[in-house]
């Protein structure tokens, strides 16, 4: 996405059907987190905390834990998000807000479309030509994560850890997403996390209107 208002009218088109919702989630935690597709759908809806052991998708008030696909060591790998880094997105109202909508949608939860990572992108496209947009791909969310934290001055080595980068992760960053201002000068106004109020309400406030989120007890 090329700005915040395009990001949230995608996932405000994704919302428009009920087989699609699921995807509209998707696109907006992936664009705040920026994990990658196959990241994003290790996440686990009811995650446990045995012990040490924490799943994927368990969070409390500083921390959301997320797979890594990289391996080290030849071993999967886990991390963790800050859910109080005031630089970056509010992730924890957007996580309440899905576990919601889950929660809501639990009497009919059989019926809804799993994601895969190719059935993703194809919902990203079809939401894409529908509003008239370049076509657009699951990693470009990614990549509009990335392109946030670069356009508020975020050193790209510091960018390259939080996407999980291993080994020299912030050459890649510097060279895939571009390096820091004066290339970014300017564009912290374009890439950003909400819309501007005057122009655009975020996408899930469609969904607060149509009634379909609970509250939880």
Do not use: M
Not at 64 to 87: C, E, F, M, W, Y
Request: aromatic letters at 6%.
């Amino acid at each position: 996405p090329g700005s915040a208002e395009e990001l949230h009218a995608l996932a405000r088109e994704l919302f428009r059907t009920p087989s699609t919702i699921p995807h509209g989630w998707a696109v907006l935690l992936a664009a705040y987190t920026g994990l990658r597709c196959g990241e994003l759908l290790q996440l686990r809806l009811r995650p446990q905390r045995i012990g040490l052991h924490v799943e994927p998708g368990w969070y409390d008030d500083k921390i959301l834990i997320v797979p890594r696909s990289k391996r080290r060591a030849g071993h999967s790998q886990q991390d963790t998000i800050s859910l109080t880094d005031p630089t970056r997105p509010a992730i924890r109202p957007l996580l309440d807000r899905i576990r919601q909508w889950h929660a809501s949608q639990s009497a009919t939860a059989d019926r809804l479309i799993p994601i895969q990572p190719d059935t993703l992108t194809q919902a990203l496209q079809a939401a894409a030509r529908t509003l008239g947009l370049p076509e657009r791909q699951a990693h470009g969310l990614r990549a509009y994560y990335v392109s946030v934290r670069l356009a508020q001055g975020t050193s790209a080595s510091q960018v390259a850890a939080e996407v999980g980068h291993t080994g020299n992760g912030d050459h890649l960053v510097r060279t895939v997403y571009g390096d820091t201002p004066p290339q970014w000068r300017g564009l912290e106004n374009q890439y950003t996390w909400l819309p501007p109020a005057d122009k655009a309400q975020p996408a899930w406030t469609e969904l607060t209107r149509a009634g379909n989120i609970i509250a939880l007890g």
